[in-house]
């Protein structure tokens, strides 16, 4: 009979050694047999996926062979930057900045945005500040989305979005991950080098992330990984202790907001327990006594899982084709292209 493992956080205990010789190896091998590329790009955030994603590249191929683009805008947070040119000078690699806000500008990115929260809040103008934040899901309710706004005197307010608004700002905010990726794939095609995706299995698992955006890479080497080990990589790669306590944050709104407010039901320690009980089979009861939390609100954990799943599985999708075309189907079968 088979015991199954007490659900606590030893079950995301990971060693940490191995796991980074076997990514590093895999890297090694995918850009050699696979994408026959010379090198590595890699966006920066400051956060610790990227940064552990960086540390990884350097490791595989040198240092010397890996490029970090640190892309802030105006939205971004000051600190992000200081973190990812912190990273860059530990571990040695070359990196660019560039300011993608004059090109989100010229693009329409903010003036979208900004016509959609007028809709809803009519006096927001310059010096206001912004952010969405998710609600009702883990309280039994269909996902939804609330509008914050700050006025330059610092007062918050905060109402229900309409669909309408929130898909206007969402596809008006996209436009910078997508103009990020853009500018991964110039510095890649200029070094002939292989694009480096940063999500970890929370994010590639629940969907968040942007199709064409952050959502497009060569190779995503820390997707099989919950949030709790790439923060345990992180430690063994010994990252400066400023991006291993990093928050986890959107980085994407003007306003300061965690991914929990905006897309998880819960922090990321306590998200990641629930991930890994639901893909094990764990029963509810034992979810909500490993949160401390009654059963009613672990069962919701887990529809919101499953709603997440359902809801992003198009971003998971190949361009779909009428018929699969045979030769190309062989050539890249078992390959994940």
């Not at 990514?23 to 400051?46: C, F, H, K, N, P």
């Not at 809709?119 to 914050?148: C, D, M, T």
């Not at 890479?217 to 010994?238: E, F, N, T």
Request: charged share 25%; net charge neutral.
């Amino acid at each position: 009979m088979q015991i199954r493992p007490r659900l606590d956080a030893e079950c995301l205990s990971l060693n940490a050694a191995a796991e980074a010789e076997r990514i590093a190896r895999y890297l090694r091998t995918m850009l050699r047999d696979e994408l026959r590329r010379r090198g590595l790009v890699v966006a920066i955030s400051g956060g610790i996926d990227s940064s552990v994603s960086a540390a990884l590249a350097a490791r595989a191929v040198g240092a010397e062979r890996v490029l970090g683009l640190l892309l802030p805008e105006r939205d971004s947070s000051p600190g992000s930057l200081a973190r990812g040119e912190q990273l860059a000078r530990h571990l040695g690699i070359e990196y660019v900045v560039q300011d993608i806000g004059p090109v989100l500008e010229a693009i329409g990115c903010y003036r979208w945005r900004d016509d959609a929260i007028r809709a809803v809040f009519p006096e927001y103008g310059e010096g206001w500040k912004s952010k969405i934040v998710i609600a009702g899901g883990v309280r039994g309710q269909f996902n939804h989305f609330q509008l914050v706004v700050q006025s330059p005197a610092g007062e918050q307010r905060q109402r229900r979005l309409g669909v309408r608004e929130y898909l206007q700002i969402v596809a008006a905010t996209n436009y910078k991950q997508r103009i990020r990726k853009t500018i991964e794939y110039f510095h890649a095609d200029r070094l002939n080098y292989a694009v480096i995706g940063t999500p970890n299995r929370l994010e590639y698992d629940q969907g968040f992330f942007v199709k064409n955006g952050d959502g497009s890479a060569d190779v995503k080497p820390i997707a099989h990984l919950y949030k709790s080990q790439v923060y345990a990589l992180a430690r063994h790669l010994g990252l400066p202790p400023e991006i291993c306590a990093a928050v986890p944050t959107t980085d994407t709104y003007s306003l300061p907001q965690g991914q929990d407010e905006f897309y998880f039901a819960l922090p990321y320690q306590q998200m990641d327990l629930a991930l890994w009980a639901y893909n094990h089979g764990i029963p509810v009861e034992e979810l909500a006594a490993a949160l401390a939390v009654d059963v009613e609100q672990a069962r919701l954990v887990y529809r919101d899982i499953e709603a997440k799943r359902r809801a992003t599985r198009y971003l998971q999708l190949p361009p779909l084709l009428l018929e699969p075309v045979a030769e190309i189907a062989a050539a890249t079968a078992g390959t994940g292209k």
